[in-house]
């Protein structure tokens, strides 16, 4: 078994001894000492490059990153940050194991550069009050009296609602009120845009039809990019018989596609270099997003109610105002079951450098969508590749053929519009058709060869 690398870091001159004896406790220890193998800069023999590049590169090449901070930042370069804080940077970027531990003292550097507190929450260094845009704070607080009964309304000054918010202090704003308020996030949060392609086939290949790169507020991304999403997939217009305004029905269900994109710019790391990429496909749609999941919650968990784990907390309660997310942990549930009324294959949860979710289309090329990475299915019948919910259905109907539709609703514990889809489903890829009619009739299962 190969050790884990721990990279020790700290202000040298603060921590040389305490440095030395997590050093020789990781290594002497007779437990500790077979899975763990630290790195402290006192070993490093004297060379001919920089001591900085020595650090980041050790940073790089460790597994854990054991931070150890107290009173002093330390030497500042040229830009004014100190290695220890270029080292606690590095060891973010590449979603290191981080490890802190803070010193106990009433005096703290005045810089309070190295965060304790969640991304969202540090104080942005470049942006003041002034990058913020005051009408859309107004905006804001309209919507959020009318979904939530936000206790202010849109004549409040705006940089009461900021401290009510928790996104200000004096002058200095948060990250996350830029990502939500600044007049151009993207100044100071480059990455936070969304990026969203179309492809032809089934694989990232030229030509891209379409390619857009959108910038703006977490609340403008939203749109923009379930826009992008719900414009380029199949809808079917209803007649007028029942309203005035025909009813528009997506390919896809558009509470849990646009749910699925909240998600991704809600939760993701912001301190990644990457973006939000939505990718749609002639057969799938995946929504990737630099981000973990929370610890403790699994991908099994994502398909059930779970605890509510944001990522980014301070941002998330302002897009719960806002009536963008809610606060239960219900979303990926919800976009599981919407899956499953639409007739869709159940949608898959990926986490691996990225968290990547992906819904997949009702395709005529069956044959092709089974080979995609990922693309589990539930069964096939005549060479169609079947959801696990459709592969039910045929095996019941199977076994009872002049099951009815409230049969199956009783045994599969599905909504009677559910089954239906399924059904037409089943009737259009030739896998059952009717014998008979809704009274004295029988569902036959095609079997082909």
């Known amino acids: 078994m190969q050790k884990k690398r721990v990279f020790i870091s700290s202000v040298q001159s ?45 940073v790089e090449q460790s597994d854990i990153y054991l931070g150890v901070f107290g009173e002093k930042y330390g ?61 859309k704070v107004a905006n804001f607080v309209a919507r959020a009296k009318n979904k939530r009964n936000f206790p202010f309304d849109e004549n409040t000054d705006y940089k009461r609602i900021l401290s009510h918010l928790n996104l200000i202090s004096e002058d200095r704003i948060t990250n996350a009120a830029i990502l939500l308020f600044a007049k ?13 392609c179309q492809f032809y086939g089934n694989k990232v290949e030229k030509p891209i039809p379409s390619y857009h790169i959108y910038d703006g507020d977490v609340f403008e ?29 997506f ?14 710019i809600c939760h993701r790391d912001y301190t990644s270099n990457a973006s939000v990429q939505i990718m749609l496909f002639k057969n799938r749609l995946e929504i990737w997003n630099p981000g973990q999941l929370p610890y403790g919650l699994t991908i099994e968990m994502l398909k059930i109610q779970h605890s509510s784990l944001p990522t980014n907390p301070l941002l998330a309660r302002p897009m719960y105002l806002y009536g963008s997310i809610e606060q239960v942990g219900t979303g990926t549930e919800m976009i599981v079951e919407k899956c499953e009324e639409y007739g869709l294959r159940a949608p898959s ?67 009677t519009s559910a089954i239906q889809k399924h059904i037409e ?22 079997e082909k060869q």
């Open 14 to 58: 603060e921590f040389a001894v305490e440095r030395q004896m997590l050093f020789d406790y990781l290594t002497t220890d007779a437990l500790l000492g077979k899975f763990f193998e630290p790195f402290i800069f006192e070993n490093v023999p004297a060379a001919n490059y920089s001591p900085a590049t020595v650090f980041l590169n050790e």
């Open 75 to 135: 030497y500042e370069d040229g830009e004014g940050i100190s290695p220890t804080e270029r080292e606690y940077d590095l060891a973010s970027k590449l979603h290191k194991t981080r490890l802190i531990f803070l010193k106990n003292t009433e005096k703290r550097h005045e810089k309070e550069i190295l965060r304790s507190l969640p991304f969202d929450a540090t104080f942005n260094r470049q942006a003041t009050i002034n990058d913020i845009d005051e009408k």
């Open 184 to 196: 151009n996030p993207q100044r100071f949060l480059l990455t936070s845009s969304v990026k969203c």
């Open 221 to 249: 991304l939203i749109d923009q990019a379930v826009s992008f999403v719900m414009s380029r997939i199949n809808a079917k217009v209803s007649d007028r018989d029942k309203n005035v305004l025909a009813d528009v029905e």
């Open 251 to 264: 390919e896809l269900p558009l509470q849990a596609v646009t749910e699925a994109i909240v998600n991704a």
């Open 349 to 415: 949860f990926e986490q691996n450098e990225f968290f990547k979710l992906t819904f997949w289309r009702n395709v005529v090329d069956t044959e092709e969508n089974s080979n995609i990475e990922g693309g589990q299915t539930g069964g096939q019948t005549g060479g169609q590749i079947l959801s696990e919910m459709q592969q039910k259905i045929v095996d019941i109907l199977k076994e009872n053929p002049k099951a009815t539709r409230k049969q199956l609703f009783e045994m599969l514990n599905i909504s």
């Open 425 to 446: 489903i089943l009737k259009k890829e030739g896998v059952i058709y009717r014998k008979g009619g809704d009274f004295g009739g029988y569902w036959k299962i095609i």
